[in-house]
């Protein structure tokens, strides 16, 4: 699976942003999708997961409420809203497929990753 994130940007603070990651190769809808970020100086952390179909997902606590993500399986791409930024938001975004039918919240459980998109949120 090849992963392209996109929509990354400037923001100030409160506003919102919504990423996309575009997935071509294997299956998309096989895959759980999840979104980590990464700020500098910090380790890559998560953010959200969805299952296959869409009906589950798992949030970080740091983000519940104010992110959603979904996908859409006909268009083989996963999103990520981001309403009600913070500066303490601000990172490196990625997303990743896992080659399983169960959620994770662990990096290192994700067999595929995008490049990073930046979203920088001002305060």
């Known amino acids: 699976v090849q992963l392209q994130a996109s929509g990354g940007g400037l923001v100030q603070a409160g506003g919102s942003l919504r990423l996309s990651c575009a997935a071509s190769g294997r299956t998309f809808s096989n895959h759980i999708m999840g979104w980590f970020r990464q700020a500098p100086g910090k380790e890559r952390e998560f953010v959200a997961s969805?299952?296959?179909?869409?009906?589950?997902?798992t949030y970080a606590d740091s983000v519940k409420g104010r992110f959603t993500i979904s996908r859409d399986n006909a268009k083989n791409t996963v999103y990520l809203q981001m309403n009600s930024l913070k500066p303490e938001d601000t990172a490196e975004y990625y997303c990743?497929?896992?080659?399983?039918?169960?959620?994770?919240?662990?990096?290192?459980?994700?067999?595929?990753w995008g490049q990073g998109t930046l979203v920088t949120v001002s305060s």
């Open positions: 969805i299952s296959w179909t869409g009906s589950l997902t």
């Open positions: 990743a497929a896992r080659d399983s039918p169960n959620r994770s919240v662990v990096v290192g459980e994700y067999n595929y």
